[in-house]
């Protein structure tokens, strides 16, 4: 291969560091209306009244929105395929709040100033009403939470309001109970997930205008257009023929931009008056109004016989999805889809739950999905299982988990919201990933811990899966196009977020097209002027939207093949193309591709050569991974030092080795912080504490020491050039991986997340009781 | 009111309000590549260099600018082009929403210490927040980029 697994620049590197104009709030009009939120201060309320009349008499003010503006419409934010697997709860404004920092009203005016000076001068009678603030006690209390009449399910996904809850689910196995009775060792345990915030470092921005051809123009930070483009046309009853959404570059999403933001309230604005706006959400606003990960608690018991196979496992799960249901169903579902095949030799496996509405900020999208909250439960119920068993955790799994060429029944009966789609590990390579990551962090010298006098060094591990895109809905499609001259024009809906993306498609194109990465020239994500695609969410682009790249460039080059044969007036079969120069076998007659494209524009029989072609996967391989920390824990405060993370990952053909290591490391970063300090944390009444970045802290420089990121040989047939995804696999393993570590050194188990000093020197004080 | 600054070299006169913070000014006058992260000066990603030292702009009020030189990347664009070289061989660069600010005080490192230890880069950058990268990688690049100027000087 040329192009691809080569150590290739991001094609956009050198001109988003220069800073040319890129993101979205770069391109927005100069004069644009300004759109402030006025949000609720209290957890749960009905709005008796708004007098805003003073803020309207306002000079340089244009219009305050409230619900009265807009029809009762109910749509979910989520940005899903449709008809989504999350709720219908949410409306554009409403007369109920159902968290702090929910929206009242919105403010639309000249300057920023004015608006703000507005919003102090609207006046908001509430009825306050009792909030949920304990996720355990939700089901059934007495306040409900969506009462409307208008909140729906689109299909079945166990959605009871009046029960306050959003979503539940129930699979099992053979005989849970049975086999645990059976079991020489059986554990049980609970344990905790907290909310993580995303923090990407671009606030979710939008802004809006009403073009020449007066349709509405909307440039979006988002990891969605096309869903964006969608929700709006259904809630705001705009043709969506008179809507384009572009995304520019997006400044991080990791799922905090896959649902629907500032978007609706800047259309309507917009669409309303004709006049440009913008809506540019302060830091704030992305803790409090946007959403988090998902908090969960999992009520673990895994059984093994006595040469320590396991039997069992049972997970009992619950999930705090905050005031909105938005991706509620589905990223309950991936804690155990996404999880439990790891362990597929298992008699019984039983998994279920609900999904429960507080007045909390609303949970979502968040890389990992749903993976990373299981990870930690399950990953931590194995070592304890295998501390009780006096057995080593590597041997343990190396007996237990998946290999190459094994399945779990559960792919068949777990999907995303729906039921799931049975398949082979055609590429397993956990057994390596175990190895070679033992072997990097040097685990039999290190293991279980090395006492170092004022410190103690220890190690633990865990491991992981994800998928590659949600089989037979997740849709991505290209256009590649000829240029004279001789080069490529690469249209793809895949959505470019940061991740590279833009950089391993055009690898994908340029390697089946025999060419190098200059001559193809991307563009991303217009929903006017690109293919569909889903967007950028469940570690689809490279697998879902690469095929489609692979298949489009696969189908141009038998385009130009057959061109070429008719220039050459013979048998397709009799033409040779080595990406530059098409030749006729065993004859001296050739043709540069630059002549070639200039004579089939210019000369004869002139056309445009361009293929469309789409993907939807059939299957969605899993890339695996093996997690070791190393860490030396101070024994007096109980500060942690990381001193490694190695990562040996199987995503299939690494199309870009060095973005591919990029995904791994950032993830296992973003998991460290979710780990050791990342906490979304809340008051009493149920106000956001952490809402700004001195106190919500993530990881700086000073924090991380050293990466060592592997990727093993392997070969994904399904995939293009034999790639998985690797997006979100990164960040699963760090929070067992960093507890079991805990318990080998120190012998206590840490079961709630983040894993702070106070927390373990707590613990380590209550087992000396 | 009016100020008088250097912005890239080049002298200006802007009128600005007098609560305005300098990060808003520039961004009004199509300083595109300072952009804001935060609201409290937490993040580092509307860096700017105030006469030759990385400040955050979203804290400094632009009639504090008056009479002095300020320099965004659009003043550095064969430095960041560097930068970007090198970020690009180690897989450093990934939504490049820090990138621009990054640039400016690498480059201010790179005037003031370019001898820098692994822990003098750290220190120096620390309020340069990057969620994307892990660090690691933006540090190799940075450290390259460091060199080849010890190497040319
Ligand atoms: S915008 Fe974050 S430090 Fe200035
Ligand atoms: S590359 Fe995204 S914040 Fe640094």
Known sequence: MKVVNKKVGSVDGVGIMKGRKAFTDDYA???????????????????????????????????????????????????????EPSP????????????????????????????????????????????????????????????????????????????????????????????????????????????????????????????????????????????????????????????????????????????????????????????????????????????????????MALGADKFGKLKVIDCKVLSDTGAYGEHALTVFMVAGSKVLPLYNKVDSVRFSGDVVYTNHT?????????????????????????????????????????????????????????????????????????????????????????????????VGMAIA??????????????????????????????????????????????????????????????????????????????????????????????????????????????????????KVKNSDKKMTLRDFSNEITYSEEQKQLQVTSSYVGPKSPPPFMAGFIEIDIDKETAEIDIIDYVSVVDCGTTINPMLAKGQVDGAIVQGLGMAMFEDVKLAKNGKLISSDMLNYKIPTRLDINKLTTKFVDSYEKSGPFGAKSVGEIGIDTPPAALANAIENALGVRMTSLPITPEKILQKLKENEK | MKINLKINGISKILEVEPGEFLLDVLRRNNYLSVRRGCDNSSCGV?????????????????????????????????????????????????????????????????QENKNATDEEIKEYLVGNLCRCTGYVSQHKAIKKYLGEKNESS
């Open chain 2, 46 to 110: 509307c860096t700017v260099l105030f006469d030759n030292k990385p400040v955050p702009s979203c804290s400094l009020l632009a009639v504090k600018a008056n009479n002095h030189e300020i320099t965004t990347v659009e003043g550095i664009q064969e430095e960041a082009n560097k930068l970007a070289k090198c970020f690009g061989e180690y897989g450093a660069d990934q939504c490049g929403f820090c990138n621009p600010s990054m640039a400016l005080t690498v480059y201010a490192l790179k």
């Open chain 1, 465 to 582: 899966m994800q998928g590659s895109g949600i089989p037979l809905i997740d849709m991505g499609s290209a256009t590649i196009k000829l240029n004279d001259d001789g080069f490529y024009n690469l249209m793809v809906g895949a959505t470019e977020i940061g991740q590279g993306s833009d950089t391993v498609l055009s690898q994908i194109a340029a390697e089946e097209l025999n060419t190098t990465i200059d001559k193809v020239i991307i563009y991303s994500s217009d929903t006017d002027l690109t293919p569909f695609d889903v967007g950028a969410y469940a570690s689809s682009t490279t697998f879902v939207s690469g095929n489609a790249v692979y298949k489009a460039a696969k189908a141009l080059k038998t385009e130009m093949l057959n061109e070429a044969a008719r220039i050459f007036k013979v048998d397709i079969k009799q033409v040779e193309f080595d990406g530059e120069i098409f």
């Open chain 1, 88 to 299: 219908h709860d949410k409306f554009v404004l409403d007369k109920y709040v159902r968290y702090i920092g929910d929206e009242v009203c919105a403010v639309v005016g000249s300057t920023e100033e004015i608006c703000l000076k507005a919003l102090s001068l609207i006046e908001v009678d509430y009825e306050v009403l009792e909030p949920v603030l304990d996720f355990e006690k939700a089901i059934d209390n007495k306040t409900i939470i969506h009462d409307e009449p208008e909140a729906k399910e689109m299909f079945d996904i166990g959605f009871k309001p009046k029960k306050n809850i959003a979503a539940s689910y129930h699979m099992h196995i053979g005989d849970v109970e049975k086999t645990l009775s059976e079991c020489e060792y059986t554990i049980k345990e609970t344990f905790y997930t907290q909310a993580q915030s995303h923090v990407m470092l671009e606030p979710h921005a939008v802004n809006t205008h009403i073009d020449y051809q007066e349709r509405l123009v909307i440039y979006s930070s988002t990891q969605t257009p096309f869903h964006i483009r969608r929700i709006i046309a259904q809630a705001l009853e705009i043709p969506m023929s008179k809507i384009r959404v572009i995304k520019p570059r997006v400044g991080g999403g990791f799922g905090g931009k896959q649902a629907i933001h500032g978007e609706m309230l800047a259309a309507y604005v917009t669409y309303k008056t004709g006049k440009p706006a913008k809506l540019v959400y302060t830091r704030k606003e992305v803790f409090e109004s946007s959403y988090s990960r998902h908090p969960m608690k999992f009520e």
């Open chain 1, 29 to 83: 009009d100069k004069d644009s209306l300004i759109i402030k939120v006025k949000r609720s201060p209290h957890a749960f309320a009905r709005i008796k009244n708004i007098d805003d009349s003073k803020a309207k008499a306002l000079d340089g003010i244009e219009m305050v929105l409230t619900y009265k503006d807009f029809k009762r419409i109910s749509f979910t934010r989520a940005g899903q395929g449709y008809p």
């Open chain 1, 362 to 458: 609303p949970a979502g999208a968040f890389r990992g999905y749903g993976a990373i909250q299981g990870n930690f439960a399950l990953e931590s119920a194995v070592d304890i299982l295998c501390h009780k068993m006096d057995m080593d955790p590597i041997k343990f799994r190396n007996l237990n988990m998946m290999k190459e060429g094994e399945t779990s029944p559960i792919f068949a009966i777990m999907g995303e919201g729906t039921e799931g789609t049975p398949m082979n590990m055609d590429t397993c390579k956990l057994q390596e990933c175990v190895e070679d990551g033992k072997a990097l962090i040097d685990w039999d010298n290190k293991y279980p811990y090395k006492d170092m006098g004022d410190k103690i060094k220890t």
